[in-house]
């Protein structure tokens, strides 16, 4: 059994560092998350059509104590972003040309919806979320806030196990522009039961800016799974 799995995305299509500054009135932050929750769910509407590469680079340990032998693989896919939504087509595995290979056919765990997907269930409004201010950041030199929330287990994250998929409760950090709410990082971590196959479930995704078709986007360009 795998103990320990390590899933890291790179898209082709930032430091973090602490920002001393005044903490925002309540109307700030009462405009700064309003701005952060429609940023999100309109995220997808956005975005025009286009193909992305992504290589998913997974390091995975037999035995967690031990940290020996770990097992390396790379997947490489073309994501086609059309009519609001994403459809993966395996290219690669391990360097070695992939013939009639699903994204759920790679085996492994695998990962899916960076490109808004998971920004949409988080701020969806039924699905319950709760949003707090935490801190002004400075990210890459620009000012930006961060909100710290949690989704409850009815619209969780899925955990797809050997015999059952469960929802599960999430919480994070989100990193938005204070400006106009454009996300730039999310942080995530699940609650995970005591009876689950899974130990943990981390997640971080970055966002940078991307040009298609001549108009600048904040498109994902890393995604690390632990």
């Given at each position: 059994?795998?103990?320990?799995l390590s899933l890291s995305c790179i898209f082709?299509?930032?430091?973090?560092?602490?920002?001393?500054?005044?903490?925002?009135?309540?109307?700030?932050?009462?405009?700064?998350?309003?701005?952060?929750?429609?940023?999100?769910?309109?995220?997808?509407?956005?975005?025009?059509?286009?193909?992305?590469?992504?290589?998913?680079?997974?390091?995975?340990?037999?035995?967690?104590?031990?940290?020996?032998?770990?097992?390396?693989?790379?997947?490489?896919?073309?994501?086609?972003?059309?009519?609001?939504?994403?459809t993966y087509k395996v290219i690669k595995i391990?360097?070695?040309?992939?013939?009639?290979?699903?994204?759920?056919?790679?085996?492994?765990?695998?990962?899916?919806?960076?490109?808004?997907?998971?920004?949409?269930?988080?701020?969806?409004?039924?699905?319950?979320?709760?949003?707090?201010?935490?801190?002004?950041?400075?990210?890459?030199?620009?000012?930006a806030y961060v909100f710290v929330f949690r989704?409850?287990?009815?619209?969780?994250?899925?955990?797809?196990?050997?015999?059952?998929?469960?929802?599960?409760?999430?919480?994070?950090?989100?990193?938005?522009?204070?400006?106009?709410?454009?996300?730039?990082?999310?942080?995530?971590?699940?609650?995970?039961?005591?009876?689950?196959?899974?130990?943990?479930?981390?997640?971080?995704?970055?966002?940078?800016?991307?040009?298609?078709?001549?108009?600048?986007?904040?498109?994902?360009?890393?995604?690390?799974?632990?």
């Open positions: 059994m795998i103990r320990l082709f299509c930032a430091s973090l560092t602490s920002a001393k500054a005044q903490k925002p009135d309540a109307a700030e932050q009462f405009r700064a998350l309003a701005a952060l929750k429609d940023y999100a769910l309109n995220y997808a509407k956005r975005l025009p059509n286009f193909i992305c590469t992504q290589i998913t680079q997974r390091t995975s340990y037999p035995y967690i104590e031990i940290r020996e032998s770990p097992h390396h693989d790379a997947i490489e896919e073309e994501i086609t972003f059309a009519s609001h939504k994403e391990n360097g070695a040309a992939a013939t009639n290979v699903r994204h759920d056919q790679v085996g492994g765990i695998i990962s899916s919806g960076e490109f808004g997907s998971l920004l949409a269930n988080t701020f969806d409004p039924d699905a319950g979320g709760e949003f707090h201010w935490e801190r002004t950041a400075n990210r890459n030199g620009n000012k989704v409850p287990q009815m619209k969780g994250y899925a955990l797809v196990e050997t015999r059952r998929t469960l929802l599960v409760p999430y919480k994070g950090r989100i990193y938005a522009d204070a400006e106009n709410g454009a996300v730039e990082r999310i942080e995530l971590e699940c609650e995970i039961p005591r009876d689950s196959e899974y130990k943990e479930l981390e997640i971080t995704l970055d966002y940078k800016p991307a040009e298609v078709a001549g108009r600048g986007f904040l498109l994902p360009s890393h995604y690390h799974l632990h």
